[in-house]
């Protein structure tokens, strides 16, 4: 059964949430952060995540070792793609030493305590009274659950949002309220469109946002969803906004890998608004990097039915997990509970949304998260209606059979039917069938 998940308004303080995407990086804080200093540490914990080094994870593992000095941690970031969870699924399976991780995706944690990478930390959640959110039997549930049990602890929520160009809303006169609909949302992109300009790097969502939890899957996860109604209008207006040029070109997109560096044509100005999680906050504020002269609104997920509050595409996320082969289990655990409990303080400025709830009060939140030059790059308003707004409605699914396959059937499915070169009836045809055979045979082999 699923369980949906409202963002609570006390559950949105500290910050806002993201998966990482940059260039893999490492680094050892024992010397001159807060450790002993001498390296004389009796235990090192490897950790491996996809956030910077720099926006959150090096002061939040200072802060772990002052508190632990005999306690060493050195964090390797990988980029949070196919090939950096493939690196580190082969280093969990391989001769590479590490003690805690992070995926960022259920699906991807699913597949990893399959795999028997995960340590069951069911027990351990449960002994911590400020973790009751959390619990297998929370309601509404707080954490994924596989087979009754707990592999991982969530650091972060991980709303999506629409960042705008306030510069080019001002241009055409667009005013916009607290929320919008799908057409609303395409007629604004098109009024946003001109030449050498697209309204929007992405297409809005829908079937999520209509069907919430466990949306891809039908008969208790026996069966994909992909035939639901949904799923075809999705895909068919992505299709008319890209072929009317409103929505950037998936060409395009392929050849810049624009699915993972979406930022940049946004920051750029080559699309008015894109559709992404908090990671994007990162780059606005690095004006050295990303320079740019426009401020950014924020509005939610449009929702596809009028008068209907709309499920949000993003997720509880940062699921910090310990590695069986670990042979710190035990100090692992501290640091994932410290990470969880911390991580308001240190990682809102990495553009992260912390599952536990703090004391900092909203304008408190907005200065970490929107940084010192927040005046002149945000719509701070809008941003203080989105993230603390009672009507944020995140899915907690509960099935992943076959997840990272269906995700590979999808990702290509998707790519051929926006090139161009796949109908959208066939997409769906092939979407069922494709699926559907993935979860036979994970069924199969359970």
Not at 22 to 34: E, F, I, Q
Request: proline residues 5%.
């Amino acid at each position: 059964m699923s369980h949906p998940t409202s963002i609570s308004r006390r559950a949105l303080i500290g910050g806002a949430a993201a998966i990482g995407t940059a260039t893999l990086a490492g680094c050892n804080l024992a010397k001159g952060g807060g450790g002993s200093g001498s390296g004389s540490n009796s235990v090192s914990l490897n950790v491996w995540g996809g956030v910077p080094n720099e926006t959150g994870p090096d002061d939040l593992c200072k802060a772990f070792m002052a508190e632990h000095p005999d306690i060493k941690v050195t964090y390797t970031r990988y980029v949070n793609d196919e090939q950096g969870n493939l690196k580190l699924d082969t280093s969990l399976t391989g001769g590479v030493p590490i003690d805690m991780y992070f995926s960022y995706s259920p699906a991807r944690l699913s597949q990893r305590a399959s795999n028997g990478l995960a340590v069951d930390l069911t027990d351990k959640i449960t002994a911590e009274k400020d973790f009751s959110q959390f619990a297998v039997d929370a309601d509404p549930l707080g954490n994924y659950v596989f087979d009754g049990k707990q592999y991982a602890v969530p650091a972060a929520r991980a709303p999506s949002q629409v960042y705008i160009n306030q510069s080019m809303l001002d241009e055409a006169g667009i005013k916009l309220g607290d929320n919008w609909t799908t057409d609303e949302f395409v007629q604004v992109a098109k009024e946003l469109t001109k030449p050498g300009r697209f309204g929007s790097l992405d297409y809005p969502p829908q079937a999520r946002a209509v069907l919430g939890p466990d949306y891809r899957y039908k008969n208790d996860g026996k069966a994909s969803n992909f035939a639901d109604p949904w799923f075809a209008k999705e895909l068919q207006l992505a299709q008319r906004l890209k072929q009317d040029k409103v929505v950037m070109d998936q060409k395009t997109i392929i050849a810049e890998k624009l699915q993972t560096f979406s930022q940049n044509p946004y920051i750029a100005g080559r699309v008015a608004m894109l559709i992404a999680s908090g990671q994007i906050i990162r780059s606005i504020n690095d004006t050295a990097q990303y320079p740019h002269d426009f401020k950014t609104f924020v509005m939610p997920i449009p929702s596809p039915q009028k008068g209907k509050q709309g499920w949000n595409t993003g997720q509880i996320g940062d699921l910090i997990t310990v590695s069986p082969k670990s042979q710190h289990q035990d100090e692992a655990w501290e640091l994932a509970k410290f990470w969880v409990r911390n991580a308001g303080k240190y990682m809102t400025k990495g553009g992260r949304l912390p599952t536990m709830p703090g004391s900092s009060t909203e304008d408190d939140i907005l200065a970490q998260l929107l940084s010192d030059k927040a005046d002149t790059l945000y719509d701070v308003e809008s941003w203080r209606r989105f993230l603390f707004s009672p009507n944020l409605k995140m899915p907690v699914d509960t099935i992943f059979t076959a997840g990272t396959e269906i995700d590979t059937i999808l990702q290509k499915l998707n790519d051929e039917t926006l090139l161009g070169t796949r109908s959208v009836s066939s997409w769906v045809q092939q979407a069922v069938k494709q699926s559907d055979a993935a979860i036979k045979k994970a069924g199969a082999g359970s």
